[in-house]
């Protein structure tokens, strides 16, 4: 008997356009031709049997009658990685990258399916798998060597290069159970870039170790990609993978997503990120509002009305406003009952992705409000914001700390900022002079100071 086991993550639906699909296979068709292919993945599935107990898999190989769930770490895979690529594959953890690669390299077989390797592989999947920790360095480069399948005339010929490479000077004659992990990945690479493969196999490697063996790393890697060999690259950095990669794919869920130019299948895979996270922050913020029953109403105090006013143009509501414009957030609320004077108004705003772009404080006193039965207006001023041109929410709440008393504004309002070309990133322009003169640093320190040297109207 058997349940399905589904990913626990936040569900975001995924739309890729017929334009782009068309694009993506023209630049990665489906099907290549035989000599054009490294690596030949068909209809491949892998299924985990997950059961409540670890004594269950015993039992299950005597009796179907035991219960387990099915966990599909990938589902139906059709790729041909074509030769002399260098393919990004992208994924968030769990989605299936790192399965594919061990079925590619044989360590994991498929559920169902066939994959056909074309050439010798190296894979840095585990650097340090494969390692007799008893063993010395030198000792394991030939034992490693060998489970590669690398005659031992030809070990003995690139031992040099890999000890180069792997530069951890006498610990090499050392056992690796003395090694520090950076040790170990060190040689653990040297070993796999120095075997002559003809598809080189990389699984975030490059996330451990110092950032001069990373640089290293790279710059053989390089060497490969000019040699014109196959490298399958797993990074979590799309700057790296943009940068290194020729084409892409990205994975999810256990099934293939998009394939093709490396631009376009980062953009999709950065776009559906920017989902994740919109989706997990709306999510974690309605589990909080339920938690704290945040009001806008009681018998106590009731929030009336909220509006943004431009203090520019004859102090108008709007929720347009002019880049540089000085804005007021204006809250209407009224006290129904006695109150302590402790009652304090704060606000947020947040881009259209629920990043916090500026927050204030719940202790600051310059937010205490008038407590006094009665109606109140309270306002904020924004002079001449220097938010950037774009779409904002602003979202805020009265607190009253000593009652337990939490008031959310009765609406978000929306503040969309527009004018001013910026060629530039963020959301938040921070104003910048430049300086040009004819002293170098030693002259600088000659002459005095550097503001006594710079002009002050630069500094003004």
């Given amino acids: 008997m058997a349940k399905k086991f589904t990913r626990n993550t936040v569900a975001v639906n995924v739309e890729i356009t017929d334009d782009v699909k068309e694009a993506l296979n023209e630049n990665w068709p489906d099907k290549i031709p035989d000599k054009d292919v490294a690596v030949d993945i068909k209809n491949v599935t892998k299924m985990y049997k997950i059961y409540k107990k670890p004594w269950y898999r015993i039992v299950n190989a005597f ?30 953890n769990g989605s299936g990258k790192s399965t594919l690669l061990k079925m590619v390299t044989g360590v994991v077989k498929p559920t169902k399916g066939s994959i056909d390797v074309k050439g010798r592989i190296s894979a840095m999947l585990e650097l340090t798998s494969g390692f007799d920790k008893e063993l010395t360095g030198y000792e394991n480069i030939m034992l490693k060597a060998t489970t590669l399948g690398i005659p031992i005339e030809e070990i003995e010929q690139r031992v040099p290069d890999i ?120 999510k974690a913020r309605e589990e909080r509002e339920d938690e704290e029953a945040i009001m806008d109403k009681s018998d106590i105090f009731e929030i009336i009305s909220t509006r943004t006013i431009d203090l520019d143009i004859n102090s108008k509501h709007r929720a347009n406003f002019n880049y540089g414009a000085s804005i007021i957030i204006e809250i209407v609320y009224e006290v129904k009952k006695p109150m302590d004077n402790n009652l304090i108004c704060c606000f947020s705003i947040r881009d259209i992705e629920e990043h916090e772009v500026f927050a204030t404080n719940k202790q600051n006193k310059d937010n205490v409000v008038d407590s006094s039965v009665g109606r109140h207006v309270f306002r904020f001023i924004l002079p001449k914001s220097r938010l950037l041109p774009g779409n904002y929410k602003i979202a805020g709440e009265f607190w009253n700390n000593e009652s337990g008393l939490h008031f959310k504004f009765a609406s978000i309002r929306q503040l969309n900022i527009v004018g001013k070309e910026f060629k530039g990133g963020g959301v938040y322009a921070i104003p910048y002079k430049t300086m040009k003169d004819n002293y170098s640093i030693e002259e600088r320190d000659k002459n005095g100071t550097l503001n006594e040297i710079i002009d002050a109207d630069v500094l003004n």
Wanted: aromatic letters at 10%; charged letters at 25%; one cysteine or more.
């Fill in 63 to 92: 009796s179907s009658k035991v219960e387990y769930g099915k966990f599909y770490a990938l589902k139906n895979i059709n790729v041909q990685f074509p030769k002399g690529e260098t393919i990004g594959i992208l994924g968030v």
């Fill in 163 to 282: 000890i180069e490479f792997a530069d951890i000077g006498d610990h090499l004659y050392q056992p690796v159970r003395t090694y520090s992990s950076g040790m170990k990945s060190r040689l653990g690479f040297a070993i796999s870039v120095n075997v002559n493969p003809d598809i080189l196999i990389v699984d975030e490697v490059l996330a451990v170790g110092d950032d001069t063996f990373k640089l290293k790393c790279l710059s053989k890697m390089e060497e490969f990609r000019k040699e014109g060999k196959t490298i399958l690259f797993v990074s979590h950095s799309l700057f790296t993978i943009r940068g290194f990669c020729t084409k892409a794919m990205w994975i999810k869920d256990g099934e293939l997503m998009a394939k093709g130019d490396t631009a376009m299948v980062s953009k999709l895979y950065e776009d559906y990120l920017k989902e994740i996270r919109t989706a997990k922050k709306i």
